[in-house]
């Protein structure tokens, strides 16, 4: 079956440190790949995603691209702030799936940014 | 405001109790999900309604019940939850093929 890795949190940065957070996936055929970001409290919003390999995905300075030799999907960011601390989470889509909505989700990384 | 709104925000119950979720979008969208999401535990998918209908019931507990009565309404009826049951449940929404709009979640505690 579907399945996702993420590197184990939490991370801990300054601000403007530059950001990654790894993602592996296994999955068969041509999955579509997603990263959601959840801020306290609230439910999960869509970040960036990709379609296909070697696409990149990019939104709010935050770019990932879809790696399909190391069945890869890593997000970065050059400089963070306070304001990126949240749960991210990486996810996939059956391939050839009607529907975003069947998602496999990794278990989330926790990031916290300091002033 | 995410398009998605869930009701209500917190809810405490007890093994015995009955309550419903409520989960309500206004995006033109026709699927709709729960998701169980627990602590250090990837989300797990619960329930796909397509065009209000049941596609896919990931082996939930019966003491889960879903109902969809349209396109814009979702609801998730518990009776006799165990304490294991306590989680954050998102709703979410989307077009076919189109990403999730996940709404804030409702945090159960079963105590």
């Known amino acids: 079956g579907n399945s996702v890795t993420q590197m184990e949190g939490p991370v801990t940065l300054s601000e403007e440190a530059f950001l990654t957070i790894n993602c592996t996936y296994t999955a068969t055929g041509y999955p579509s790949l997603f990263w959601y970001v959840q801020y306290p409290g609230e439910g999960l919003q869509l970040l960036l995603k990709?379609?296909?390999?070697?696409d990149k995905g990019s939104n709010k300075g935050f770019e990932a691209t879809y790696r399909k030799e190391t069945t890869s999907f890593h997000l970065e960011k050059g400089s963070v702030q306070v304001s990126d601390s949240a749960v991210y989470f990486c996810?996939?889509?059956?391939?050839?799936?009607?529907?975003?909505?069947?998602?496999?989700f990794g278990q989330g990384t926790i990031l916290t940014v300091h002033p | 405001e995410t398009g998605v709104t869930q009701t209500p925000r917190h809810l405490v119950m007890g093994m015995t109790n009955k309550k419903s979720l409520k989960c309500e979008q206004h995006?033109?969208?026709?699927?709709m999900y729960w998701y169980k999401q627990s602590a250090k535990k990837p989300l797990e998918l619960m329930f796909v309604y397509s065009l209000e209908e049941r596609v896919e019931n990931n082996s939930v507990p019966s003491r889960f019940s879903p109902e969809c009565p349209n396109s814009s309404h979702l609801f998730l009826h518990l009776h006799t939850l165990q304490p294991e049951d306590s989680a954050l449940y998102l709703c979410a929404s989307s077009l076919q093929d189109s990403p999730l709009h996940f709404g804030n979640g409702t945090r159960l505690t079963v105590t």
């Open positions: 995006l033109g969208h026709n699927a």
């Open positions: 990709a379609t296909k390999a070697d």
């Open positions: 996810a996939l889509s059956d391939a050839g799936g009607t529907s975003y909505g069947k998602l496999t």
